[in-house]
């Protein structure tokens, strides 16, 4: 049951452009939210989380955008830099439920 | 603390062999996580203690898989019998877990990577 679907397997950006990586979910009940990002060889960091209480939260040059109706999230960065190729996971749970559900990954590459 | 480790980082095992994975967590952190990973997805749950207790398992973990967490401490992930579709980058991951989502996000280790020849 992929119940967090990240549709774009890669994305390319110029440096100093935004990234705009998508998420869709299924589960109604999911009421938080996390992006990852994983190196090659390495395992999955965390990046930033958001609450469904808010619809934004803002760390640095990450931003992450909820929208409960449409079932959707998104991370931007801005702006974009080659440190940041790797690829993207986001992660949502239910409240007082400790399963969380990863999509499939989206690729970042920012070209210098 | 260096954060989460595991080993081996590699395994290679014959078909049918029972193959065992350690995973240290970050000392202060009382929860802990197994996932799988194969190519081109993301994690996929297994399991979680919160501290020594097994609270859930995914339907995914059979009866071959079993993962113990004695003294609350560091886990172990053993897989009997193992088959070629167990091959899979092995994940563990620890969190704080406080009250609510505060605490939630986790810090996961390198992972083992099991190939079953």
């Known amino acids: 049951d992929q119940q967090v679907k990240q549709n774009s397997p890669s994305l390319s950006v110029q440096e100093g452009r935004i990234s705009i990586l998508n998420c869709d979910y299924t589960n109604s009940m999911f009421d938080y939210f996390l992006w990852y990002k994983k190196y090659p060889a390495e395992g999955p960091t965390f990046l930033i989380s958001?609450?469904?209480?808010?619809d934004k939260n803002e760390d640095g040059r990450f931003t992450v955008f909820l929208n409960k109706s449409a079932k959707h999230l998104s991370l931007h960065i801005v702006p974009s830099q080659p440190g940041d190729s790797a690829v993207y996971f986001c992660a949502a749970k239910v409240y007082n439920f400790n399963k969380f559900y990863f999509g499939s990954g989206t690729k970042l590459n920012v070209k210098p | 603390d260096t954060g989460v480790s595991q080993n081996p980082r590699h395994k290679i095992t014959k078909r049918g062999q029972n193959v065992t994975f350690r995973c240290d967590p970050i000392?202060?952190?009382?929860?802990l996580y197994w996932y799988r990973q194969t190519l081109g997805q993301g994690p996929e749950f297994l399991t979680y203690?919160?501290?020594?207790?097994?609270?859930?398992k995914s339907r995914l973990l059979s009866d071959r898989f079993s993962a113990e967490r004695p003294k609350g401490s560091f886990s172990t992930l053993e897989i009997q019998r193992t088959e070629q579709g167990d091959s899979a980058m092995y994940l563990c991951?620890?969190?704080?877990?406080?009250?609510?989502?505060?605490?939630?996000?986790?810090?996961f280790g390198p992972g083992t990577r099991l190939t079953v020849t």
């Open positions: 000392s202060e952190h009382n929860r």
């Open positions: 203690f919160q501290n020594e207790a097994q609270l859930e």
């Open positions: 991951a620890s969190s704080l877990g406080a009250s609510g989502n505060i605490g939630d996000e986790q810090y």
């Open positions: 958001i609450s469904s209480i808010k």
